[in-house]
Every structure is written in structure tokens, then in C-alpha cells.
């Protein structure tokens, strides 16, 4: 699996705006699949070795990006957040993935995340370590939870990228960059939702 240089500028993983390039090479023509039902068995697999090997430190994994959409065309990279409490120290979790064959990137420029390249020979992801209370972990689950709960806009999201992936091939920050303002009008609706959902105003 390439693992090249991450972007610290593209902060949101594929569920939430496209930093999938994260990790993943630059000159890497953007490629764009067909939403495959094994995704989340893959996740899963991933899942139970990161659970394993964190135990106690680990509150949850979520699994993020447009892979955990049903039905969404995709990058064929599966995005996952293992969670830990708010103010833990995140060492014990870096020394923990560590021996798991995982590479500390550090948190990118995005604090409350710790970025880690995957080991050799593993399903193509990215995975990330955030508090529960990181702001980052917030907007990937709530961009997740929405295109999730809204068929109609993980629609209008996949045709986009696709039209984006046609039309930016070889660039992956044009790629990324023709997807912020539907990302970012998004999870204004979805955050509004939520506040509605809860009796907020």
C-alpha cells in the first residue's frame, strides 16, 4: 500500500469533506468505485485488531468516510476513528498501534487527532485516534450520520465526486478542493438537524 505524505491543510476525511488524500500518494490518479458491501466486513476485521490491541484505552472505533455510507461511491480506502477519552494522554494508544505495525504521523496540524499510516500488507485505510470530545471526531460522524439518515444528498455527494473525479483526475487537491462547499453546506444542515432533534435552538 503507497503511504506518502499527508496533507495537514485537508483536515476532514472522505466523510466529511475529502482529506482522504491523507496518507495516500498525490500523484495517485483519483479513482472512484462503486459502493462495495464488503467495506464494512473489512472495517470490522481492522476493528477487532485495533480493539485488541488498545483494550482499555480505547472507548470506540467509528467507522467514517464514504465507505461507511451505504450505496455511496467511494475511493476504495476505508476511514476509521478509534476514540479515547477526553484529556487521555494519547501515548499509551501511539505505543499501543505501535506494535500493531502502525506509524505515528503526529496530529497533522488538526489537534485533538493522531494520524497513523497503516502497516504493510493490510486492506487500504487510514485510521486516526481522537478524543471523544475532538471537534474533528464530531464533524466526521455527523457528515457520516446524515448522508446516512439522507439518501437524496449521499446521491447528490456521489455524483459530485464523481463528476469531480472525471474532471480532476490527475489532481487530487482539485479533487478535494470542488468538494468543500457541498461539504461545508452539509454539516450545517446536519448540525442544525441535530440541534432541532434535541430541543435546542
Known amino acids: 500500500m ?12 472522505e466523510s466529511a469533506g475529502g482529506s482522504i488524500e491523507e496518507g495516500v500518494r498525490m500523484d495517485r490518479p483519483v479513482q472512484i468505485v462503486e459502493y462495495d458491501p464488503c467495506w464494512p466486513v473489512v472495517f470490522g476485521r ?32 476505508v476511514d476509521m476513528d478509534a476514540v479515547i477519552p477526553a484529556g487521555a494522554d494519547p501515548a499509551d494508544a501511539i505505543a499501543a498501534l505501535r506494535s500493531l505495525g502502525y506509524t505515528h504521523e503526529g496530529d497533522l496540524g488538526i489537534p485533538g487527532r493522531e494520524a497513523f499510516a497503516a502497516p ?67 454539516l450545517v444542515q446536519a448540525y442544525d438537524e441535530a440541534r432541532r432533534t434535541s430541543g435546542g435552538s
Open 2 to 13: 503507497a503511504q506518502g505524505s499527508r496533507r495537514a491543510s485537508e483536515s476532514i476525511p
Open 46 to 77: 481492522l476493528a477487532a485488531v485495533i480493539r485488541e490491541g488498545l483494550g482499555p484505552l480505547l472507548l470506540r472505533i467509528e467507522h467514517v468516510g464514504s465507505t461507511a455510507v451505504p450505496g455511496l461511491p467511494a475511493k476504495p480506502i
Open 120 to 186: 504493510e500488507g493490510t486492506p487500504e485505510h487510514h485510521l486516526y485516534v481522537c478524543a471523544a470530545d475532538s471537534p474533528e471526531l464530531a464533524r466526521h460522524v455527523a457528515f457520516r450520520d446524515f448522508l446516512r439518515a439522507h439518501p437524496g444528498s449521499a446521491r447528490r455527494y456521489g455524483e459530485l465526486k464523481r463528476e469531480l473525479a472525471s474532471r480532476h483526475r490527475g489532481d487530487r487537491s482539485a479533487y478535494t478542493d470542488g468538494k468543500s462547499a457541498f461539504v461545508s453546506s452539509t
